[in-house]
């Protein structure tokens, strides 16, 4: 198994327990959707599409959709959530750097914090450019380096082993700069948005109690830091510190940049 192939197995574990965020991210999709300007007769491809909440949400404007995520929990999920709310729409288990469509299939992609954690933003880009149709719409929402989950990923990384030398940081999709030179080959009018998701929890101890069992590189590295007392603790003491930072009134605050742009024709 390459080292890729590594990091994306334990993606798929880690990420597996990511249901108990579905209430709060489903309250920023409606954000990104109406961001992308998706709209009835749109045939729709969610990338990264987790238990399917930006899907779902543009299926009830009249959009065809489709998602697609590395973690089969989080399809079943998925395909679950769209029973519950009567609506057509099909989820299938797959990678966002090996898409199963055929070229030019679909009007709009979007990705809400997901296809930020494929290993190889240019084999993304190339893939999500390959399936859109040309003058379609990729729209996509991850998290300023600057804000909180930026920085969380970010200590994560700093506690993590170094990622392979053909591997990106997905901090990095939080960089306006970096994101536009990653589309520029395959697309333009490339914009930009911001919003915020307030997470309520009851104190800075139970969000992190909480992103230690759900969120998956914070899971899996805290697996890893088992037999490491010392260094685990250092790290919880650390998130700890900057989920402070961003709490208030029992909520924590989570800003989001979302990027809107047009593939080249």
């Given amino acids: 198994m390459t080292k890729i192939e590594e990091l994306k197995e334990k993606a798929k574990v880690g990420w597996a327990s990511f249901i108990s965020f579905e209430a709060l991210t489903s309250t920023a999709a409606p954000k990104l959707v109406q961001f992308s300007g998706a709209r009835q007769g749109m045939k729709l491809l969610d990338v990264a599409c987790g238990t399917g909440v930006v899907a779902l949400t543009a299926s009830r404007l009249g959009v065809e959709v489709e998602g697609i995520d590395l973690t089969p929990e989080l399809i079943s999920r998925a395909i679950e959530n769209s029973k519950i709310m009567g609506l057509k729409a099909k989820f299938v288990e797959g990678d966002a750097e090996f898409l199963p469509y055929k070229e030019n299939e679909f009007d709009i992609i979007l990705s809400q914090y997901g296809h930020m954690f494929a290993p190889r933003p240019a084999v993304v880009v190339k893939e999500l450019a390959r399936v859109l149709k040309p003058g379609g719409i990729l729209a996509f929402s991850t998290w ?11 200590l994560i990384e700093s506690f993590s082993e170094p990622l392979p ?18 589309l520029k080959d395959h697309f333009n009018q490339i914009e930009f948005g911001r919003d915020t998701m307030f997470a309520p929890t009851m104190s800075p101890g139970h969000m992190l109690k909480l992103f230690e069992k759900n969120a998956g590189p914070l899971a899996n590295l805290v697996k890893a830091l088992a037999n490491d007392p010392t260094k685990l603790s250092n790290l919880r003491n650390a998130a700890l510190e900057l989920i402070e930072n961003f709490f208030s009134n029992n909520f924590l605050r989570q800003d989001f940049l979302m990027t ?6």
Wanted: hydrophobic share 45%.
């Fill in 165 to 182: 030398s053909e591997v990106a940081s997905p901090v990095l999709w939080g960089d306006m700069a970096v994101i536009e030179d990653r």
């Fill in 260 to 265: 809107r742009c047009i593939k080249k024709v």
């Fill in 144 to 154: 300023p380096k600057e804000l909180f989950m930026g920085k969380f990923f970010k």
